[in-house]
């Protein structure tokens, strides 16, 4: 009864980039949680159940790549420069971009 209240109370709604609800989650509807891979999300065959502390339910399913998998997961992280994506040297754009961002959130 006050797990309901209290989401009601603080969340209105989920924001637009949550993929889960915190207070739905149960073991008939389990979540999963995917890997990045090449910036898309990733499903790998085996997972890993994440159980609820409360009642022994298990809630969530971690994506647990393994094997030849990790194969792709090393030749992504190969494509990022060493420097890295958000160097100010490299990219000065960046960071103009995100003063003028937190310029409009201050006025």
Do not use: C
Not at 2 to 15: A, D, T
Not at 44 to 71: F, R, Y
Not at 79 to 91: A, E, S, T, W
């Amino acid at each position: 009864m006050i797990q309901s209240f209290s989401h009601k109370f603080l969340f209105s709604s989920l924001p637009k980039w949550a993929t889960v609800d915190p207070f739905t989650l149960n073991a008939k509807q389990p979540h999963t949680i995917k890997n990045i891979l090449d910036g898309k999300a990733y499903i790998s065959p085996k997972t890993m159940p994440v159980v609820d502390p409360l009642n022994g339910e298990k809630i969530i399913n971690v994506s647990m790549a393994e094997g030849k998998e990790l194969d792709s997961f090393a030749e992504s992280q190969k494509k990022i420069p060493v420097f890295g994506l958000h160097n100010p040297i490299r990219n000065v754009h960046r960071y103009n971009m995100y003063g003028d961002v937190f310029f409009r959130i201050a006025e």
